[in-house]
């Protein structure tokens, strides 16, 4: 058998074509790293082998991701025959009855689904430890801290070696969050470039974005190929992009203007191992032969901005509640919600149509303001996290309340919301750990529909900074390459 782990789903998929390994072979390779390393990371959490072993008896298409198996969010992502909770009490054993567009997508790709990843409550915190699954998720570079959130549980799946790759979604940085506590690449696309249909138009009013975490760039934009494009019936669709984001990887992006944003766009402190990695990161780049000078984020009100999302959010888990209610004919007990969930419904339930329309409205003009600073750069380049991944129970707690919830996120990653609000491509480079061992992600942000140009300059750096070797301590099978540490 081969080994497993020194493979990317591509990779793995030729290997499949070559008949060097067998679909069953790499199912059984994910299963029995659940069965080994999932108890401590609590990252999976469904699974249905006999389903999963079906799908391969059944025949799989000669896509891209042929006979890798892969796990997605417990959000969202609808797989027939999976039981999908949205991390929430309420929605236990809800069985999906067919596939979103996405997740049909993923299977024309070739992929074999093999189990759910943890989420926190509709994905609400930047942390995974949603009380339905027991107890939280893991990080598997140190046990004691967060993966992340909100697709932590596929970050921490694909950072311990169960899988390459796993499906996630970004509606506030819940892609890149979990990226950078990981050590993953992690990109979240423009607004409409993957499909959230048929049940919806978009999600979080076009704020929200379907894509994966990975360990290599080449994965993760093999699978922006296969799901890109509009799905029939969307209301907007981003740009196609000429020869596709595959082949952006494989060429050089060029002399970049690249701004260096080393001011949190609220004020609030960065720790100095976090920004040591971005003016690292800021000289990496001038090496390759890029042009950095300072800038900030686009002049905006950080608390109009945090407004957006509240509502928006709020909304969210309120329509997703009333729909379940609808199914089950009966409201939530107290017990089956999170005590933030309630809030954030009432919240929601307070608010007006016109309420929602100026919320909309701001989150357009935001995305115009980001424009036009763009005109000046190519990307910008920020911290993905203002701290290294935090201890378990710091970020989720029993009296914490919504609007507590905002208010403690805004010291942790106010440079993410900005690329949701403006509907832009952003991504979390895993290209620097911290003196004990924890990866610090940079962060990136472009121009709408331009993630070809984010995959180039992503490829680039690692080739010039490789980390796919660089595993933590469950995932090594052998003595792991040197990680680049940060001194602040």
């Not at 991701?65 to 009490?89: A, E, H």
């Not at 082949?247 to 960065?270: C, D, F, K, Q, Y």
């Not at 690292?280 to 032969?289: I, M």
């Amino acid at each position: 058998m081969i080994d497993y782990e020194k493979y990317d789903a591509l990779a793995l998929a030729d290997l499949v074509r070559r008949r060097e390994v067998s679909p069953k072979e790499l199912l059984h390779e994910a299963c029995k790293r659940i069965d080994e390393r999932n108890p401590e990371l609590n990252a999976v959490v469904w699974e249905n082998r006999e389903l999963s072993a079906q799908l391969i008896e059944d025949g799989l298409p000669d896509g891209p991701f042929c006979g890798v198996p892969l796990l997605v969010k417990d959000s969202g992502m609808p797989v027939t025959g999976f039981v999908s909770t949205n991390g929430c009490r309420f929605f236990e054993g809800a069985t999906q009855t067919a596939d979103s567009e996405l997740t049909s997508r993923m299977r024309k790709a070739g992929f074999v689904f093999a189990g759910m990843t943890t989420s926190p409550e509709f994905g609400m915190n930047i942390t995974t430890e949603a009380r339905i699954y027991g107890r939280p998720t893991r990080n598997p570079w140190n046990l004691e801290r967060s993966a992340g959130g909100s697709s932590g549980g596929s970050a921490a799946a694909v950072a311990a070696g169960i899988v390459p790759m796993a499906a996630a979604s970004d509606g506030a940085g819940s892609i890149r969050i979990p990226a950078s506590a990981c050590g993953l690449f992690g990109l979240k696309p423009s607004r409409g470039r993957v499909p959230a249909g048929p049940k919806k138009g978009e999600g979080l009013a076009g704020l929200a974005s379907y894509h994966a975490v990975s360990r290599s760039v080449r994965d993760s934009a093999a699978m922006l190929d296969a799901l890109g494009g509009a799905d029939l019936g969307a209301p907007y669709a981003a740009p196609t992009p000429d020869n596709g984001f595959l082949e952006a990887t494989r060429r050089a992006p060029g002399r970049l203007r690249i701004g260096l944003v080393e001011t949190s766009p609220n004020g609030t402190p960065i720790a100095d191992e976090c920004l040591a990695a971005i003016r690292e990161t800021a000289r990496l780049c001038e090496s390759l032969g890029h042009h950095v000078e300072p800038t900030t984020l686009p002049n905006i009100e950080y608390e109009q901005q945090t407004g957006i999302f509240k509502l928006l959010i709020g909304v969210s888990a309120l329509g997703a509640i009333e729909a379940r209610s609808a199914i089950l004919g009966r409201q939530p007990n107290r017990d089956e919600l999170e005590p933030v969930t309630w809030e954030a419904m009432e919240y929601a339930s307070r608010c007006s149509a016109f309420d929602y329309s100026k919320i909309v409205s701001l989150a357009h003009a935001l995305g115009r303001k980001h424009a036009q600073h763009m005109l000046g750069f190519d990307v910008l380049l920020t911290p993905t996290l203002q701290h290294p991944p935090a201890p378990l129970g710091t970020l989720a707690s029993p009296d914490m309340t919504f609007e507590g919830m905002f208010a403690h996120h805004a010291g942790h990653i106010s440079f993410l919301s900005l690329a949701n609000a403006a509907g832009v491509p952003a991504m979390s480079v895993p290209l620097a750990w911290t003196s004990d061992g924890l990866p610090i992600g940079s962060h990136f942000l472009g121009a709408f529909g331009q993630e070809q140009l984010l995959f180039c300059l992503a490829a680039q750096l690692e080739i010039a900074e490789p980390w796919f070797d660089k595993r933590p301590p469950m995932a090594l099978q052998e003595s792991p390459a040197p990680a680049r540490s940060i001194q602040a």
